[in-house]
């Protein structure tokens, strides 16, 4: 079953924000964000400095080696940080920099057996959920490419692989696989539904080429690097004032991977207008133009580092990366919804419905995808 998705009562949330609170005295606690894992508080102390951080209770059913995930993100933050200090960069650039706690560990074991968590605040900063023009395309794409290029000169050995399978689309279709094997036979005739009879084709249709990025891999076409893993939209911060990418947070799945699914996470969350969230899963489109704008910012950052193997492979990127998550949360519908937090029956199901429209949009405009990123070379 998921992790409890309920919050913590306030006096039991200060306790444990207390043990990260080295100035001052917290004074209050807020939900920050919306994301699908983790539960997420803003923690405000009485303090001139530092008077702000984030508080995160960590899911261990996804991430199961928690420990892991701590010594990746120090290790990553302090190289960017340190690479900042020796190459500033010509325009702000923060990375969330891990808070101990008072007895100096990176994480706090509460009671009941929660593994928690404090990150820095980037002061003066906002995230948006979708993307809003095409210049804040481009800054999302700038962001991605900046944080490729800091970590570029970082092993990928050094980081430990803390969800085995992420991203890796077969294992995905495996699991797929499985749970309709053993859905029941009451459950089976949901199969004749509008919606779910399509998605069921859609993944039939689609079987061949879900590795196609892990057979480049193991071609040596595309290299072993190391990746965020979820670079969409709402988790790359703007400055308030200037509306420039200052930051890509949510670092829990940064690991040894291909750039590759980290562009087409990318390209896939910002060219879709209409959000994943979206109801009207019908009206979805893939936007060239918002695709162009993301691939510009990206590569004034990363083009240093990009083959010709590289840019090949970045609209079967996009395709994939939409086909997989659509795939992720189709096998969560069938499977009980056990995996993403859901707000309303049929969640997953909508989700994936999204997505798997996202990626019809994506094949129909090929071309044209093809043509632009060629253009930016």
């Not at 993307?131 to 970082?154: K, M, R, Y």
């Not at 071609?219 to 703007?238: A, F, I, S, Y």
Request: glycine residues 4%; hydrophobic residues 40%; proline residues 4%.
């Amino acid at each position: 079953m998921s992790q409890s998705t309920a919050n913590p009562p306030l006096n039991w949330l200060r306790s444990i924000a207390d043990q990260f609170a080295h100035r001052g005295t917290v004074t209050d606690i807020a939900p920050l964000g919306n994301g699908n894992i983790n539960d997420t508080f803003l923690i405000t102390v009485d303090s001139l400095i530092d008077h702000q951080f984030v508080l995160q209770r960590i899911n261990t059913q996804v991430f199961q080696q928690p420990q892991l995930v701590m010594r990746n993100m120090r290790t990553l933050t302090e190289h960017i940080h340190a690479k900042l200090q020796k190459q500033p960069r010509d325009r702000r650039w923060k990375t969330p920099l891990v808070i101990l706690t008072k007895s100096l560990q990176d994480h706090w074991n509460a009671e009941d057996g929660a593994f928690w968590r404090a990150i820095s605040f980037i002061d003066g900063s906002e995230v948006l959920e979708s993307i809003q023009d095409p210049a804040h395309a481009q800054e999302v794409g700038h962001a991605l490419g900046t944080f490729h290029d800091l970590i570029s000169n970082l092993p990928a050995k050094q980081l430990a692989d803390t969800l085995e399978g992420f991203h890796i689309t077969p294992r995905y279709l495996q699991k797929y696989n499985e749970i309709l094997a053993n859905r029941t036979t009451k459950k089976s005739r949901e199969n004749a539904r509008p919606e779910v009879a399509y998605c069921l084709k859609f993944v039939d249709d689609r079987r061949k080429w879900a590795s196609v990025l892990e057979t480049a891999k193991t071609n040596g076409k595309l290299p072993l690097r190391l990746m965020h893993g979820d670079p969409k939209v709402n988790n790359v911060m703007v400055d308030s004032t200037t509306q420039k990418a200052i930051s890509l947070v949510d670092l829990d799945t940064v690991k040894p991977g291909l750039v590759h699914y980290d562009i087409g996470d990318c390209l896939r969350s910002g060219c879709n207008p209409l959000g994943e969230e979206t109801t009207e899963w019908e009206q979805v489109q893939f936007e060239p133009q918002l695709c162009r704008s993301i691939l510009q910012g990206y590569l004034s950052e990363a083009r240093g580092f990009m083959t010709d193997n590289d840019y090949a492979y970045i609209f079967d990127a996009a395709r994939l990366i939409a086909f997989e998550l659509g795939l992720r949360f189709f096998t969560d519908y069938l499977a009980g919804d056990v995996y993403f937090k859901t707000k309303y029956p049929e969640h997953n199901l909508a989700r994936a419905l999204v997505q798997f429209k996202l990626t019809e949009s994506i094949e129909a405009q090929q071309a044209t995808i093809e043509n632009l990123i060629q253009e930016l070379r």
